[in-house]
């Protein structure tokens, strides 16, 4: 990986965002740490992430509120939940929701990295599908379409992969 992951962190403990920032920071991810759903929400409007780590009980806006709104308004954004108060409940609702990996704290720095980059691949095969989906769609129209409507399709494709 010659480019760092994109990742936005999200918890509201602030030694424990310090910490594993930095940690990951050193580690092939180019981390954004924010301490509220709020927050992340905003962030991830502004920036481009493809992993969210967050953090499932936080004040305001929760962990499972920001994994629904992420996972909505960011098509290929995978989401890691981590959280020191784990229950079957909460873990059915958020895979249900779309989150990819489900961690109790204290979880190993080795497996944690394990599932960031389990996630970014999986970011980058669900990208690949969905560009192969298109670009299939788009060649199947391209005998009566016209070259500029051949690229305005595949500019809006490329939107949509943002």
Do not use: W
């Not at 759903?37 to 004040?59: Q, S, Y």
């Amino acid at each position: 990986m010659a480019d760092k992951i994109r990742l936005l962190l999200v918890d509201d403990e602030k030694q424990f965002l310090e910490t594993i920032s930095t940690r990951l920071g050193m580690r092939d991810f180019d981390v954004t740490a924010v301490n509220s759903g709020e927050e992340a929400i905003e962030a991830a409007r502004t920036k481009g992430f493809e992993i969210a780590l967050v953090d499932l009980n936080m004040p305001g806006i929760g962990g499972e509120k920001v994994l629904e709104i992420l996972k909505r308004e960011h098509k290929f954004m995978e989401v890691v939940i981590l959280t020191g108060y784990g229950a079957i409940d909460s873990a059915i609702r958020c895979t249900k929701a779309g989150v990819y990996g489900y961690l109790e704290k204290p979880c190993e720095l080795d497996t944690l990295l394990n599932v960031l980059r389990e996630a970014y691949q999986r970011r980058l095969q669900n990208k690949l599908k969905f560009k192969n989906e298109k670009l299939k769609e788009i060649v199947s129209e391209a005998a009566p379409g016209s070259p500029l409507e051949i690229l305005r399709k595949l500019k809006e494709m490329d939107k949509e992969l943002e």
